[in-house]
């Protein structure tokens, strides 16, 4: 399908003369101070009981995408002109507010030298280290992943493979970002548009296949040390985070679908006209942002006060 320039033209029009309804910067403003509030409060209590800085620093790290998202999702909200650039800056601090999880609960086991003398301890387990009818100190993939990757043996060699699984996640999100930016100044970029002349499907195929091998490896990570982690309880965290990370970019995927599908028609929809807009809306008043919140506060009165 050819794109026109024209209709570039009439949506950059469009776009320059919107402004949200009242009701919904209202709206989104209030959850907005709410979540700055609760965050800043947040973060004054890490450094009023900075006792562990080799885990706090990591979790200071991910409570500050809390605002970083509020923010960034109400200007954009405010100025949807502005989203496609609104929304580079708040993926590249995702993929590393993700990283940053990774690297707490690697601080939680005593650093990279303790994490990797585990796993070759394990490696070198004589009782299965997962399930029953495992091999000692093997990781079997589930289906369809066994079709694909041989079971691995724990150590060092696991734990690199695990590292650069969440790294390339944020390498990966960084180069589409930059990419995004130079398709859009040539009006090629059409977000939220599944079109073949279009860049956004593509690169939505790339991270959709980063973000899962992402996921994957951080599920594995999790599968290997949970037994080790038990004092910080990290699957309400693992699940809290995986929630908040991966769910938000299938939202907005979602809703470009349902979009380009002609099937999202609600009201509120209607009122917000942009599809961004109805993202960023969702992004300010959703509450996986309390859920965070809650999740490293949890963090800081269990480990950090005691």
Known sequence: MKIKASDYLNLEELVSSYSPPSWATLLAGAFVVLTLTLSIYLLFEHLSAYKNPEEQKFLMWVILMVPCYAVESFVSLLNPAISVD????????????????????????????RTIEFMERQGRAKTPLLERGLGKGTVKHPFPMNYFLKPWKLGHWVYQVIKFGIVQYMIIKAFTAILAVILEA??????????????????????NFSQSWALYCLVQFYTITKDELAHIKPLAKFLTFKSIVFLTWWQGVAIALLYALGLFKSPIAQALQFQSSVQDFIICIEH??????????????QSHTS
């Open 86 to 113: 609104i929304e580079i800056l708040r993926d590249c601090y995702e993929s590393f507010a993700m990283y940053c999880f990774g690297r707490y609960l690697v601080a939680c086991l005593g650093g990279e030298d």
């Open 186 to 207: 040539f009006s090629v970029y059409c977000e939220g548009e599944f079109k073949w002349g279009c860049g956004y499907p593509y690169t939505a195929v790339v991270l």
């Open 288 to 301: 996986r942002w309390a859920s965070l919140l809650w999740f490293t506060c949890m963090c800081t009165l």
